[in-house]
T-cell receptor, first 114, second 113 residues
Framework: KAGVTQTPRYLIKTRGQQVTLSCSPI?????VSWYQQTPGQGLQFLFE???????NKGNFPGRFSGRQFSNSRSEMNVSTLELGDSALYLC?????????????FGPGTRLTVT | AQSVSQHNHHVILSEAASLELGCNYS??????LFWYVQYPGQHLQLLLK??????LVKGIKGFEAEFIKSKFSFNLRKPSVQWSDTAEYFC???????????FGKGTKLSVKP
């Protein structure tokens, strides 16, 4: 099976702009989660989508939003970018069947805000 | 709130040395436990997982971890490390029906040839 894919791999944006990141999960996986990875804060959970519904949300401001499509692909949007949003954004997919929560990660999108 | 602590920030070992990386979590209910590895320039890969049953779990590449419920610990071990094990290792937990992973800060392992 193909792994989790994320596009684009690298992005450079200016403060105040908005950005949309895309994630395609492993075929058959219905759950997609997003994480932010920074040197200072480590890996932090943003949100999880399952069957097009947000199931869980981390402690991030409302500028961070996401959605999931009927084919399980997911997008994450960050509006009004700040310098502190520079990070590696990771997408993970999971079969999310009962009792099975392992997540498989994509390569990430490296976002730099200048 | 759930949290995960990894005791060592950076571990340096010589090849063939034994490895043990500490991980403690705080959560009072049923947990699922994971170790992920991030090799230089690569994405996070699942090393091993514990859901229930035998508290000693074996993963890929000769790694194993032991779940000790009374100590809220899930330490990662390998009897003999190789240079190719140089990577960053992350312990993570999910609790109850929550699917989101709570990660530790990670431990960088450097193995000298």
């Amino acid at each position: 099976k193909a792994g989790v894919t994320q596009t684009p791999r690298y992005l450079i944006k200016t403060r105040g702009q908005q950005v949309t990141l895309s994630c395609s999960p492993i075929s058959g996986h219905r759950s997609v989660s997003w994480y932010q990875q920074t040197p200072g804060q480590g890996l932090q959970f943003l949100f999880e989508y399952f069957s097009e519904t947000q199931r869980n949300k981390g402690n991030f401001p409302g500028r961070f939003s996401g959605r999931q499509f009927s084919n399980s692909r997911s997008e994450m949007n960050v509006s009004t970018l700040e310098l502190g949003d520079s990070a590696l954004y990771l997408c993970a997919s999971s079969p999310r069947t009962s009792g099975t929560y392992e997540q498989y990660f994509g390569p990430g999108t490296r976002l730099t805000v200048t | 709130a759930q949290s995960v602590s990894q005791h060592n920030h950076h571990v340096i070992l010589s090849e063939a040395a034994s490895l043990e990386l500490g991980c403690n979590y705080s959560y009072g209910g049923t947990v699922n436990l994971f170790w992920y590895v991030q090799y230089p320039g690569q994405h996070l890969q699942l090393l091993l997982k514990y859901f229930s049953g035998d508290p000693l779990v074996k993963g890929i590449k000769g790694f194993e971890a032991e779940f000790i419920k009374s100590k809220f610990s899930f330490n990662l071990r390998k009897p003999s490390v190789q240079w190719s094990d140089t990577a960053e290792y992350f312990c993570a937990v999910t609790g109850g029906s929550q699917g989101n992973l709570i990660f530790g800060k990670g431990t960088k392992l450097s193995v000298k040839p």
